[in-house]
């Protein structure tokens, strides 16, 4: 039987209600005494390192569940995280980015309804996180209302619904249906795994909109070591802000260029507002990335070196298929 670790670190699957609204305080071996089919699954011990709605997690906690994971590596078949739903795709992600090349799967999963309601998807997740943690496919993902999305490529797409999370640009990995793991991708076995111990969380994330003053760019460069532009369509810079620009580069900031639509990606070649500034700049692109996992691949990517050429070697590799291009 499969020895499988559950990490529980609070989220609405963990909640109950108080006068204040819906907080984290369901323990994990609550959690499972409310799935007891999970006792024929596979053997499973539990840890509880943090009780949080997941608005509040930050990058030190990733940090925290990767070294956690490392110090059990050896000890379990698998794992799985119980998270709230609304960072839930920055920590796979993030995860993603820390634990690379994992033979056993690394699964997040969490709910929009706590699992002590009378209605409530949280059971069936759960079930079916243990489930793919225990058919021994590798890789850091996310488990959710049947769908088995690649960490890199999640997004919450829905507040309420319970297909709360769609694989953006990239198909699913797999599904969970009727109890029985359908794999769509196989995964490949790419060497031992490699687990890091740094980000740089300077990272900050710049959304245009029209009319916005050019300071922000200046301001948002205090603040940061690397800075996503989020812009239009297939991305592009207006003019207005192309001296602003200037200033960043000189300062050795690295300047990443986003799109703020979620599907198909950027592709600064095609207009000329777009092409001007990836020739005039060489500035990294996102291509078909997600918006958490370009944020967490820079802070990633920066927390390993300041060599530029070295950023853009790691930024444009690809890591749990988080681009294609």
């Known amino acids: 039987m499969k020895k499988i670790l559950l990490i529980a670190t609070g989220g609405t699957i963990a909640s109950r209600k108080t006068e204040e609204g819906l907080a984290p305080s369901i323990t994990p071996q609550e959690l499972l005494a409310h799935v007891p089919d999970a006792a024929a699954l596979c053997q499973i011990h539990t840890l509880q390192p943090l009780n949080l709605d997941s608005t509040n997690i930050r990058p030190e906690h990733w940090l925290e569940l990767a ?3 490392e110090d059990h590596y050896s000890a379990y078949d698998g794992f799985v995280l119980c998270h709230g739903t609304d960072t839930l795709a920055y920590t796979a992600s993030a995860l993603s980015y820390l634990i690379q090349h994992t033979r056993k799967p690394i699964v997040l999963t969490g709910a929009q309804r706590s699992i002590d309601e009378d209605t409530t998807d949280a059971k069936v997740n759960l079930l079916d996180a243990l489930r793919y943690a225990c058919a021994g496919d590798s ?3 996310i488990v959710f209302g049947s769908h088995v999305i690649a960490g890199t490529r999640a997004r919450k ?3 309420k619904s319970y297909n709360a999370f769609t694989s953006l640009n990239f198909p699913d990995l797999a599904s969970v249906h009727e109890s029985r ?7 490949e076995d790419q060497g031992e795994p490699v687990f890091y111990h740094k980000l ?11 009319g916005m003053d050019p300071a922000a760019f200046a301001m948002a460069g205090q603040l940061c070591d690397g800075l996503i532009i989020e812009s239009y369509g297939m991305g592009g810079i207006p003019h207005l802000y192309l001296e602003e ?3 960043l580069i000189q300062a050795g900031k690295t300047v990443v260029m986003a799109t703020q639509v979620p599907q198909e990606g950027s592709d600064l070649s095609v207009y000329q507002v777009g092409k001007h500034v990836k020739e005039r700049y060489h500035l990294l692109e996102t291509y078909d990335m997600t918006l958490e996992s370009t944020v ?3 802070m990633w990517v920066l927390g390993q070196t300041q060599d530029q050429r070295e950023i853009r ?3 444009c590799q690809t890591v749990n298929y988080d681009m294609l291009f």
């Open 139 to 141: 890789g850091v993902c």
């Open 200 to 210: 740089n969380t300077r990272v900050f994330l710049l959304k245009l909109t029209p």
């Open 181 to 187: 793991v359908v794999r769509y991708i196989p995964w």
């Open 245 to 247: 620009l200037d200033r």
């Open 157 to 159: 797409s829905r507040t």
């Open 313 to 315: 070697r790691l930024f």
């Open 296 to 298: 967490t691949k820079l």
């Open 67 to 69: 070294r956690l994971i």
